[in-house]
């Protein structure tokens, strides 16, 4: 789902007839575009049994939303205003433990930074997968994470399961605590060498405000091009 608001081929159902399977979700994500997208992809209930019942766009909301309709599942954002998706975790902590209605939570995100999704799996989501994923592949995490599975895109699991089996913090980077959420994620885009409008694009902003967040990271980091900044991400394996 590279970008939600193309047009594309209905979803099939994951298994089973639609008749039998049925998940109630919200989706929470700060930009009302990814999220008009991600409804006309999944939400077509009588092809995918996803049934999308409540938006959000940030913590408060989400909150509010998902209290007032106890969906099956959460399509969560990692960044969001008012505190982030573990805000959200943290505040629907009861609902998550409830025996006989659990809210399970999966993390949507366009980040794959190892600190974003362990964060997110600490504070008690199912899974974590990243908005690359295509639509059929996300009703498939869905229906798993409803099941009680544990999700994850390609390559994240792995920081999960190094975060858990290790005892001991990981190392405070002082340079990267500078950096906003967003800015780090531009920074990734950036050292991997997408252009200005694929990371506008991606990120759901405009290329006024990538460059606005480049030359941030470029005055933090005290760094004078692309270059050197996709050198600097480089050595700290964040590419």
């Excluded at 954002?77 to 959200?88: Q, R, T």
């Excluded at 974590?128 to 994923?133: D, L």
């Amino acid at each position: 789902m590279s970008d939600p608001t193309e047009a594309s081929e209905p979803v099939e159902p994951t298994g089973g007839s639609v008749g039998e399977r049925h998940v109630r979700v919200v989706l929470v994500d700060d930009h009302r575009m990814f999220r008009t997208g991600v409804q006309a992809e999944i939400g077509r209930t009588e092809q995918t049994g996803v049934e999308v019942v409540g938006e959000a766009a940030d913590v408060d909301q989400a909150v509010t939303v998902i209290t007032a309709t106890r969906p099956e599942v959460v399509l969560l954002d990692v960044h969001l205003p008012g505190g982030g998706g573990v805000e959200v975790l943290r505040r629907c902590a009861p609902l998550m433990a409830d025996a006989e209605q659990p809210v399970r939570f999966l993390a949507l995100s366009v980040s794959d930074a190892a600190e974003d999704v362990i964060g997110v799996i600490r504070g008690g989501a199912r899974g974590y997968v990243t908005k690359t994923i295509t639509g059929t592949d996300l009703v498939d995490s869905i229906f798993r994470v409803q099941d009680g599975d544990a999700v994850f895109s390609p390559r994240l699991a792995g920081f999960v399961l190094d975060a858990f089996a290790s005892t001991d913090a990981p190392p405070v980077d002082e340079d990267l605590d500078r950096l906003t959420q967003r800015e780090r994620e531009v920074l990734r885009l950036i050292a991997r060498g997408y252009a200005y409008k694929e990371i506008a694009k991606q990120l759901f902003i405009s290329v006024k405000t990538v460059e606005s967040h480049v030359s941030a990271v470029l005055r933090k980091l005290q760094l004078s091009n692309r270059h050197e900044l996709t050198r600097w991400a480089t050595a700290r394996r964040l590419v």
